[in-house]
């Protein structure tokens, strides 16, 4: 789930974690009401919340066996330790941990009850680049493993590289859904050619072959419609005589995509802040 800061993720998700109760509509986890059947999907389900935190005074593997004890089932502490690579760290304090080996606890207690869908809200929030890239190779991993992840965040690179599908979210809604190629090609505008600092005889041919061209920045922009469009681009440079800086081909990403769906770029932060 991809969106700005309030856009309605973690009220979603909270909503299908059975801890925050609907205003109206329906939801289903595994087939389940989340109003009728709540404690039974909380068996089913693993939660690393937004503000995770654990006890500052226990070790890494006392927090989870004492998370674990919550329940019926528990899977063995060490085990979930060495998937998350905490073995060097398993008898040290919490309190003592990095940003991103906390969050690696915390993806390890939320698979303590061997779940079959994981909530992951913003896991990487206030992480340094670094951590954040700790924290996606354990993603990974939980996919390699056939686990379902319901990750958010509004990290447009986190949102590409992680998800097998995206939802786009902004003011409650969800405005687009499918994998990010999907996305891409179903709400992006289309790749595009771009000639750069092309001089009169060269902007000539281009103006004339080309009449749904656009100038940004002193660049000629062509959309592409397939991949023989660039090579006849290509033989009318070469044809014009004239010189060019260079030729750049772009394909729309998911920011581009949500520009064009909310008028809005999405910020680090994962504020908005108006297009200009």
Not at 18 to 42: F, H, N, P, Q, Y
């Amino acid at each position: 789930m991809l969106g700005p800061n309030g856009a309605g993720k973690t009220t979603t998700v909270e909503i299908l974690e059975c801890l925050r109760s609907m205003t109206s509509g329906e939801a289903r986890v595994l087939g389940l009401d989340v109003m009728k059947k709540a404690r039974e999907i909380k068996y089913k389900i693993g939660v690393l919340p937004q503000d995770f935190n654990a006890f500052d005074l226990l070790t890494v593997k006392e927090n989870i066996q004492f998370f674990g004890s919550m329940y019926d089932r528990m899977l063995d502490p060490m085990d979930l330790i060495k998937v998350m690579d905490l073995q060097e760290k398993a008898d040290e304090y919490f309190k003592n941990l990095s940003g991103g080996l906390k969050q690696r606890v915390g993806v390890a207690i939320a698979m303590v009850n061997d779940p079959e869908i994981i909530f992951l809200d913003e896991p990487t929030t206030g992480l340094d680049p670094k951590a954040r890239r700790e924290v996606w190779k354990v993603i990974e991993e939980l996919k390699k493993k056939g686990k379902t992840v319901i990750l958010t965040t509004h990290y447009m690179e986190e949102a590409e590289i992680l998800s097998d599908r995206v939802g786009i979210i902004d003011r409650g809604r969800f405005l687009a859904l499918g994998s990010p190629r999907e996305i891409i090609d179903e709400h992006g505008s289309g790749s595009h050619c771009i000639i750069a600092n092309a001089d009169a005889k060269c902007l000539n041919v281009l103006k004339e072959r080309w009449p749904d061209h656009e100038i940004r920045n002193g660049n000629f922009i062509i959309p592409l419609r397939d991949k023989d469009n660039l090579v006849e681009i290509i033989y009318a440079l070469d044809g014009s005589g004239g010189n060019y800086e260079q030729i750049q081909v772009t394909r729309p990403t998911l920011e581009d995509v949500f520009l064009r769906l909310t008028g809005r770029k999405l910020a680090e932060g994962g504020d908005t802040e108006n297009a200009e």
